[in-house]
């Protein structure tokens, strides 16, 4: 019901900032709680942060507090991540994600609580 495609990756220097988007489709968007994932290479894929339906509520993984903003945009169908101070760790595949409509959580730091996911866009830091 919902289709997620990210945007925004790309190769940039320790220290500098990345804005990645994620535009959705769909009649229920805007509805469900979102979130952005991350996955490494060889790695599990980690929790970065998520976000309420009406943005009131933030939540964030510890290696990112204070250096990512998570923000979202219902009526354009948009949610963003502005990353200040890149770090060579945080070099992976970043996906955006969405719960259904009717989830009951407020945010969500858990994969199996959301069921639509974008194919991802890759965020490399070079040192």
């Known amino acids: 019901q919902v289709q997620l495609v990210e945007s925004g990756g790309g190769l940039v220097q320790a220290g500098d900032s990345l804005r990645l988007s994620c535009v959705g489709s769909?009649?229920?968007?805007?509805?469900?709680?979102m979130a952005w994932f991350r996955q490494a290479p060889g790695k599990e894929r980690e929790f970065v942060a998520t976000?309420?339906?009406?943005?009131?509520?933030?939540d964030y993984a510890d290696s990112v507090k204070g250096r990512f903003t998570i923000s979202r945009e219902n009526t354009e169908r948009t949610l963003n991540l502005q990353m200040y101070s890149l770090k060579p760790e945080d070099t992976a595949i970043y996906y955006c994600?969405?719960?259904?409509?009717?989830?009951?959580?407020?945010?969500?730091?858990?994969?199996?609580?959301?069921?639509?996911w974008g194919q991802g866009t890759q965020v490399t830091v070079s040192s």
């Open positions: 994600a969405a719960t259904r409509s009717s989830f009951i959580g407020t945010t969500s730091r858990l994969p199996s609580d959301y069921l639509y």
């Open positions: 976000i309420s339906r009406s943005s009131t509520n933030l």
């Open positions: 769909g009649p229920t968007f805007g509805h469900g709680v």
